[in-house]
């Protein structure tokens, strides 16, 4: 399995403000995806990164709130951008292992908190 | 359009006691399902999954899970639980959209509490 981190695990930002995550893995991964976590929620798919071309967003999410980066097969980046209280939640990026098992391997999350 | 439902937002169970948390899927093949569990201030661990072969799939920690097909379910069971199993499980079938993306379909999530 992928080993995943992620940078800041947490923060507490200020309404209007930007913030960037950052996904490292410990291989080389073509599939990653970001997601959010609201509060008591599941897990909704915002994009997926691929290394080499423009992320893909879900219905709902667009790039200009969400600016996304995969310069490389091991890196990747989210940016959040003019936040609101409505952005609070935690975001987590994950990897699909290769092979076509469409397995998930997930990092341990950024947890954002705007007031 | 596929979806994932289970139905049970909360569960507890005393220590010992055998545990199954339910999972019902709507997907136009055969699917690609996982159980994942996420414990308090952590990511998303992934307990087993199925994708083809033996319906009864084993996975980490003593858990097991059923695909069956006719009841379109993915049921995850543990004999006897133990209270670091306290934690929040989600069920995730997949792919779906356009190509062969990877992209999964989680569950609302089932929280589990373990009574002493």
Same mark, same amino acid.
């Given at each position: 399995?992928?080993?995943?981190?992620?940078?800041?695990?947490?923060?507490?930002?200020?309404?209007?403000?930007?913030?960037?995550?950052?996904?490292?893995?410990?291989?080389?991964?073509?599939?990653?995806?970001?997601?959010?976590?609201?509060?008591?929620?599941? *897990? $909704?798919?915002?994009?997926?990164?691929?290394?080499?071309?423009?992320? $893909?967003?879900?219905? !709902?999410?667009?790039?200009?709130?969400?600016?996304?980066?995969?310069?490389? *097969?091991?890196?990747?980046?989210? $940016?959040?951008?003019?936040?609101?209280?409505?952005?609070?939640?935690?975001?987590?990026?994950?990897?699909?292992?290769? !092979?076509? $098992?469409?397995?998930?391997?997930?990092?341990?999350?950024?947890?954002?908190?705007? *007031? | 359009?596929?979806?994932?439902?289970? #139905?049970?937002?909360?569960?507890? /169970? @005393?220590? %010992?006691?055998? &545990?199954?948390?339910?999972?019902?899927?709507?997907?136009?093949?055969? #699917?690609? &399902?996982?159980?994942?569990?996420? @414990?308090? %201030?952590?990511? =998303?661990?992934?307990? &087993?999954?199925?994708?083809?072969?033996?319906?009864? /799939?084993?996975?980490?920690?003593?858990?097991?899970?059923?695909? +069956?097909?006719?009841?379109?379910?993915?049921?995850?069971?543990?004999?006897?639980?133990?209270?670091?199993?306290?934690?929040?499980?989600?069920?995730? /079938?997949?792919?779906? %959209?356009?190509?062969?993306?990877?992209? =999964?379909?989680?569950?609302?999530?089932?929280? =589990?509490?373990? +009574? #002493?």
């Amino acid at each position: 399995s992928a080993v995943i981190s992620q940078k800041p695990s947490r923060d507490i930002c200020q309404r209007g403000t930007s913030l960037t995550i950052q996904c490292q893995v410990d291989s080389q991964v073509t599939m990653m995806f970001w997601y959010r976590q609201q509060p008591g929620q599941s *897990l $909704t798919l915002i994009a997926t990164a691929n290394q080499g071309s423009e992320a $893909t967003y879900e219905s !709902g999410f667009v790039i200009d709130k969400f600016p996304i980066s995969r310069p490389n *097969l091991t890196f990747s980046t989210l $940016t959040v951008s003019n936040m609101s209280p409505e952005d609070s939640s935690i975001y987590l990026c994950s990897v699909e292992r290769e !092979g076509g $098992t469409h397995e998930q391997f997930f990092g341990p999350g950024t947890r954002l908190t705007v *007031l | 359009a596929q979806s994932v439902t289970q #139905p049970d937002i909360h569960i507890t /169970v @005393s220590e %010992g006691a055998s &545990l199954e948390l339910r999972c019902n899927y709507s997907y136009g093949a055969t #699917p690609y &399902l996982f159980w994942y569990v996420q @414990s308090p %201030g952590q990511g =998303l661990q992934l307990l &087993l999954k199925y994708f083809s072969g033996d319906t009864l /799939v084993q996975g980490i920690k003593g858990f097991e899970a059923e695909f +069956k097909r006719s009841q379109s379910s993915f049921n995850l069971r543990k004999p006897s639980v133990h209270w670091s199993d306290a934690a929040e499980y989600f069920c995730a /079938v997949g792919p779906y %959209g356009s190509g062969n993306t990877g992209k =999964l379909i989680f569950g609302q999530g089932t929280t =589990l509490q373990v +009574k #002493p």
